[in-house]
């Protein structure tokens, strides 16, 4: 499938681009200047897709969340989540996005202070963003030279947020060696490897070489909440995983994720998801394992 360019006088997108990195690429970009109430979806993608919002407003919907976007404002919807969104009725906005992939997308975001717990941020860097978008729509013909340009605007695009935000937090984190990004991807790899084991924000912050303080502080500001609400946040989810795909009995998963008194799991998943563990697993049965307990 060769690339498609779309250049219509409110709807700009350039779209099918092949893949040329495993890094990091683009796969899509676009402008567009929405009707009132356009909306798109639900649906969900195969790649990381970014919408930044030129002017206007409108709403973003995943999960059970939904977030009011405004000018400025940038919102990620990651792969394979079903999302929504939606143009004002009486201020329908004008938006840029870029869909991208690749084994460098999501220390990109992290660095941009994306993360599923943080989907909506403010830049103020429009200009370069819009030069960015310009630049990989006017390189849509299929040359080798034209696979360049886009690939660099798209680094120059994940740039411009990185560096805003990195400008932002320059002065918090003069006393420390790195920037903030950096002690905030260890936090989140030492969860990721360690969720299992009942650790502490205090082992988080001993592994990494921090004080507990600014980890918190750090922490907040790059993905939007304390270490603490991640780390319960990161078990749930994988507990809730557990209850829909396994038949293991309530305290096998609460020791999985973390948790030795399986009470303390039950009461925490319940203060959460608004429901039992057993409640939940019923809610969700999967009818292969419903099958199983029957035979």
Known sequence: MIPKLTNSARYKCLEYLKKNSVDLFLSYCGLEECDPSHFYGPISRTEHLLHYVLNGKGIFKVGNKTYHIGEHEAFIIYPNEITYYEADKEDPWC??????????????????????????????????????????????????????????YLFMFLSALIQEKADSYAEESKDYDYPLHVY??????????NYEKNIKVNDIANYIGINRSYLTTIFKKCVNVSPQEYLVKYRLDKASTLLKTTNLPINTIASRVGYDNPLTFSKVFKSFYDVSPTAYRTQHENPIFSNQKES
């Open 95 to 152: 938006y840029i996005w870029i869909g991208f992939d690749g084994i460098k997308a999501e220390t990109c975001l992290i660095r941009a202070a994306f993360s599923k717990a943080n989907r909506v941020n403010k830049f103020e860097c429009e200009d370069i963003l819009l030069e960015c978008i310009h630049g990989m729509l006017n390189a849509s013909q299929l040359t080798y030279s034209n696979d360049l340009k886009r690939e660099a």
């Open 184 to 193: 905030v991807e260890h936090a989140l790899e030492f969860i990721s490897h």
